[in-house]
């Protein structure tokens, strides 16, 4: 296994116990991201900033394990207000282009106060 991405470490200096992402084999698991911008901020309050910054944070991870977008093969998605469910589905899609993973949507609370959105993804690493 090999762990993908920096330790998770909170404004208060607090280290979050998780990694990022693990990769194991050529599969590629991502821990929930958030619309949290590199300084630990919510990029934004709507659902479509916060969607964009969490999927740009999950192409980031995913190139670092050597994976894509296109590679995503299942998604789990909270959302916080199901009215933002339509606005989501436009910026999530706009990230896909066409080819869209499995997925389940469900409406919670999440723990980053003013957070609409997290996003965790399961990936395989193309074979060359």
């Known amino acids: 296994m090999h762990v993908i ?3 998770l470490v909170l404004k208060d200096g607090t280290q979050v116990p998780l990694s990022p992402g693990i990769r ?3 599969l590629v698991f991502l821990s929930g991201q958030l619309g949290l911008t590199p300084e630990m901020t919510l990029a934004g309050d709507d659902v479509v900033v916060q969607t964009q910054q969490a999927l ?5 991870l995913l190139d670092e ?5 296109s590679h995503v093969v299942k998604a789990t998605v909270w959302l916080t207000d199901k ?4 606005a989501f589905n436009k910026a999530y899609a706009a990230a896909f282009g066409g080819c869209f993973p499995a997925r389940s949507t ?3 609370d999440l723990l980053i106060p003013g957070a609409r959105v997290e996003i965790e993804v399961v990936a395989c690493v193309p074979e060359n």
């Open 56 to 60: 740009a944070n999950i192409a980031r």
């Open 65 to 69: 394990a050597g994976s894509s977008m």
């Open 83 to 86: 009215a933002d469910f339509p």
């Open 106 to 108: 469900v409406v919670s």
């Open 24 to 26: 194991c084999g050529n």
């Open 5 to 7: 991405g920096q330790p």
